[in-house]
């Protein structure tokens, strides 16, 4: 694959738009900034940043500012502090997407990228003031010292854990270490009597990108990657690899809530699906010039019908992939407009491990399409859901128009649109119960984890008759009384729960209590299996691999 900037990347941050500052933050922030940036790097290292000659002298005064404030200010300030908010803040006024991170949250950021941490490979959630394992990843490191499913640590190297000060933060921290490392854990076993000890040596946990693959049918496969991270493409290739030698020619692509990560991963990935020599995307900006990424070799699977399912969610390197293939008339799109984040963003880490992303470039499809939805001072950019939603765009195809000068036309005439994020060829609507108060409320309380981890305590004999996940999938129901025990534990937590609109979200509510055991008895994919079966998107693209040569004629 062809590059030649090899450090320009995009990360999916596209949630965290930037609010309207007031007249005067930009000058006071722009000031306080590069005074930050200067006195940091006469902290740490020299060569973070140079100052221009021209502008050395009102880097020398605001310097002395800063200083002045904390030497004069009727209160103690940390100066530290300031300068990361200073810094921060002047990123957010340039563009949505310009932003810095602190050292932790870098950490985080790499770990997550890289798509591995050194742990005890355990899923846990705190419950009635102690720690619950929810299950233990296949052979890792947990799992193989012993421990189970529905254990409860309550001490960590000697440490007692429980009660109501114990968080998950504090877990994390107790339970992370250096691979390599031993912890010890002091475990309550339901069924068992006393404590039982446990010595596990920490090893490398996967992250993984690609959380599902299977086979929807004879012809068909099905992918689902959650971001964009350093394994990602080599998830990619060993889930497609299997999938053809089970018969797959077909395949859907779920890119639905994937907000981006690593360019060359997404680059890799829309490279086994073309010819050689293909743009895959390009970049522009002021100081970075033109540049652009292509194939760079023969597609493995440029012969595939590719179905791509994305939605208002699903955002940069999501987008270049999209994008691309739709442009190259090698896929077809389903599902709703996607994000519309198509700035790139170089990284440059400061000497406290903190680190800024700045935008360097905008990001086109090989038509030229600008992936970059509109921002600035007069566009509401964090409420961009809501005015598509106010406008149709979310639930109606006749709501959506474009002015010719958005229009693009493929190499095989098919009509593409611009204007920002990717329109799909296949539009459907959103579905109705995304707006149900009452099924947010319960999904994102945590509920129906915390139902179903009692409910496998309470009934994990009787579940073991499920051998696989397709036992499960097809002879497993969520009962009555299952709907009847979630509402009453979201009412302990004091939500309210109307049974007109109870009534409604029940389908859903069956599904996720299902999804949720099927994930904690097998794996991720179980779980979107049965997610999958009441998904509009899902059936939609189904539909579109069925008659794939009809949707992917030439459109006049």
Partial sequence: MQQSTNDIYSIGTEQQPAKKPSPMQPLLFALTLIAGMFIGTNLGDKNLLQVKPAIEQNANKLVSLIDFIEDNYVDSVNKQQLIEDAIASVLKNLDPHSYYMGSEEVALEKERMKGEFSGVGIEFLIMRDSLMVVKTIKDGPSAKAGLQSGDRIVA???????????????????????????VKVAVMRPGSKGLQEFTIERGSIPIESVTASFMVNDSVGYIKVDRFAEKTYD????????????GCSSLILDLRGNGGGLLNQAAEIVEEFLPEGRTIVKTRGMHTGEDEIRSGKEGKYKKFDVVILIDQTSASASEIVAGALQDWDRAVTVGRRSFGKGLVQHEMELADNSALRLTVARYYTPTGRCIQKPYGDSINYEDDFQKRLETG????????????????????????????GIMPDVFVPIDSIYFSGLLSDIAYSGIIRNYCFNYLDDHRKELTKFKTADDFIDDFSVSESMINGLVSLAEKEKIKVNRTVLKKITPQLRMRIKGQLARSLFDDTAMVRVS?????????????????????????
């Fill in 393 to 420: 765009e979310l639930t109606s195809a006749d709501s959506i128009h474009f002015p010719d000068s958005l229009l693009f036309r493929t190499p095989a005439g098919r009509l593409v649109y611009g204007g920002g």
């Fill in 156 to 182: 960590v190297n000697g440490v007692e854990i429980s009660g109501k000060e114990l968080d998950g933060e504090k877990a994390q921290k107790l339970l992370k270490g250096k691979q390599g490392s031993e």
């Fill in 532 to 556: 999958l079966e009441s998904d509009p998107d899902f059936k939609r693209a189904l539909q579109v691999a069925a008659e794939y040569r009809e949707f992917a004629a030439v459109k006049k």
């Fill in 235 to 246: 998830e990619f290739m060993a889930a497609a690899e299997k999938l053809e030698d089970d």
